[in-house]
């Protein structure tokens, strides 16, 4: 799509699966990038990576309400969608989805799907529901476009996994990506709540992603989990950080947690900077 | 199909879907029909009914765990695949899935869909669990085959709302059709469950359907539902039935439930004869 091309923006259902059809009549694949807005960097490599995949992207943008806790962001989580209307059409995405919440959650909705195991613990513990929230608009999503492939940020790790798993549990045919990480040059992890931080804040965030890397080497040295991740927490705290929610060695797949790195694993960590909560997380592999 | 043609028995999804793909590549419309087997003349009405909708039927036949409570008939649940196969060939069914349970609900399997409202009250009281398997075991069917359309009995009439609330809130792209209820000549709604019953309880059941065509009569004259439908559960409990678990006039869609018949209701009972229990409901429209 040329830079000039004007980006089509969709409300509904039905457009979104008329756009995808006129696409699959052509014999092209689809590629669907489900995101809460704001986008940046980090969105635009699961565009890139859709494009690789698939030859049309579409970008959805839904601030989903029942993702979010009660003394959670969502009202003030940030929407710019002319921005990321522009963002998008500069990277090639092929359309914007951008339903209401009454598209989305008509009156009388009244379902729910819950995933057990991987959605336990992490931040399963300090969100309650989130992720029930997340698979349930997740699903919709992917049977209102039915893409060949659909693509999340590693970032989330826990939801990327939580999707795999409600993906392959229901048989919902379509392709699971998921896109590593994307970070700033002092390697704090790509946000859209980045935006909440001070420049205080902001010099002190970095922090989170040194301390992975840290506490990885130990674990991959041979230090047990516990050991190795109450360092780290104790250096997260030590730097400013307001507290840790959780700063754990799991495993790679199914989440559970891990004595010490003797198979895949992924380090993930939850704090407070501030108002700010941070997620970031960094994949082990054992010597 | 002519009747010496062999039915395909399907047993993965990728069969599945791939029989489902050859028929939409020939422009052919796909209905399916999920049942538990122990096929009678019922499931034989979604099947005449698939062929006036779609050009091919496939049936469905898993007795599906998740939906049985601990105390309830899963095991006993009559199996008879060679005769279901007959009765699918002889009345024009396409094929026959047959997955197994492994199929279904492979290890590490942990997803849950849940129903709010229409699942409550009636048989989601003495069933707790049991509309979260149907629906989840549905979502599975429905998305495995994506046929275009999709059948149910009206016999189960709350599991019929509660599959359209679930379709409709997850955007699965198929159209659910129910199919009125086929009854004996004495009024009996046919059920895979009859087969339980003893002669004696045979030649009572029929006063179940009998007692919702006379409590229909009251409350089309005006009769309230609280004194309608306790009239209606003395006749059932002094003709043999051992207890009524509920006998009430809900609205039709919502299944609210409804003081008099004042818009399209729906009056449901479950009961018990014996050691089984025996589900009916009949439609009213207000006079």
Not at 21 to 29: H, I, P, S, T, V
Not at 122 to 134: A, K, Y
């Amino acid at each position: 799509m040329s830079p000039e091309t004007v980006l089509p923006i969709l409300r509904s259902v039905t457009e979104l699966r008329r756009i995808v059809a006129d696409w699959r009549r052509d014999g092209l694949k689809v590629a669907l990038v489900p995101t809460m807005g704001a986008l940046h960097a980090g969105h635009m490599a699961l565009v890139a990576r859709g494009l690789e995949l698939a030859d049309r992207v579409i970008a959805s943008v839904f601030v989903n309400p029942i993702q979010f806790g009660p003394n959670e962001d969502f009202s003030s989580y940030p929407r710019r969608e002319a921005q990321d209307a522009a963002l998008l059409t500069s990277n090639g995405a092929g359309a914007l989805y951008a339903p209401s919440a009454d598209v989305m959650y008509p009156e009388g909705f009244s379902t729910t799907i819950s995933v057990g195991g991987v959605s336990e613990g992490l931040c399963g513990v300090t969100r309650p529901g989130h992720f029930s929230g997340v698979a349930t608009v997740v699903t919709k999503l992917l049977l209102q476009a039915l893409p060949d492939v659909a693509l999340f940020g590693e970032k989330d790790y826990q939801q990327l996994q939580v999707i795999r798993r409600m993906a392959s549990d229901l048989d919902i045919p379509v392709r699971i990506e998921g896109v590593p990480i994307v970070r700033e040059t002092d390697g704090l992890a790509l946000s859209s709540r980045n935006a909440y931080l001070s420049a205080t804040e902001r010099a002190t965030a970095p922090l989170l992603y040194k301390t992975l890397q840290d506490v990885g080497a130990r674990l991959i040295a041979g230090e047990d989990a516990v050991s190795a991740t109450a360092w780290g927490k104790s250096e997260v705290l030590a730097g400013g950080f307001g507290s840790v929610d959780y700063l754990d060695l799991r495993d790679a797949s199914s989440l559970k947690p891990l004595d010490s790195l003797d198979r895949p694993g992924r380090l993930l960590v939850a704090a407070r900077l501030g108002r700010t909560r941070l997620i970031d997380n960094l994949g082990l592999l054992p010597r």
